[in-house]
C-alpha cells in the first residue's frame, strides 16, 4: 500500500518524478535493489545457503517470540520471564558469533597498510 500511495499520493517523491534528483533517485534505487542479489567476488561460496538460512530463523523467532512472551504473560503475570529469556538468548547469540568468527585473516596484497 505504501507503494501505491507513494506513487499516486505523492507524486514528489517517487522515483518518476521529474526533478535535478531524479537520476539520483534512480541510481540509488538501482543499487539498494541489487544488492541484496547481485553476485559479488568477495562472498563466501555458499552464501546464499548461509544468508537463506540466517533469514529463515530470524523470521521464525519474530514470528513466535510475542506468542511464547504472551503465553509466558498469561502463566506468571508479568514480563520479567520473558525479558529474561530473550536476554539469555542475546548472549548465547553473541557468544556464537564470537566463536563462528574466524581467528586468522589472512593479508591481501594491497589491503595492508605499509609499515606493519
Known amino acids: 500500500m505504501s507503494l501505491l500511495g507513494n506513487r ?5 517523491h517517487t522515483v518518476e518524478s521529474p526533478g535535478p534528483h531524479a537520476p539520483l533517485r534512480r541510481k540509488t534505487l538501482l ?4 544488492a541484496g542479489g547481485a553476485p ?22 519474530r514470528a513466535i517470540g510475542p506468542w511464547i512472551a504472551g503465553a509466558l504473560h498469561d502463566r506468571t503475570g508479568d514480563y520479567v520471564l520473558a525479558f529474561w529469556l530473550s536476554i539469555g538468548a542475546s548472549l548465547v547469540s553473541a557468544v556464537a558469533i564470537w566463536l563462528a568468527a574466524p581467528r586468522k585473516v589472512r593479508a591481501v596484497a594491497g589491503r595492508v597498510p605499509r609499515g606493519l
Open 31 to 34: 543499487r539498494l535493489a541489487s
Open 40 to 61: 559479488a567476488p568477495r562472498r563466501p561460496k555458499h552464501y546464499g545457503t548461509i544468508f537463506g538460512t540466517l533469514s529463515l530463523t530470524s523470521i521464525i523467532g
Open 8 to 12: 499516486y499520493g505523492r507524486a514528489d
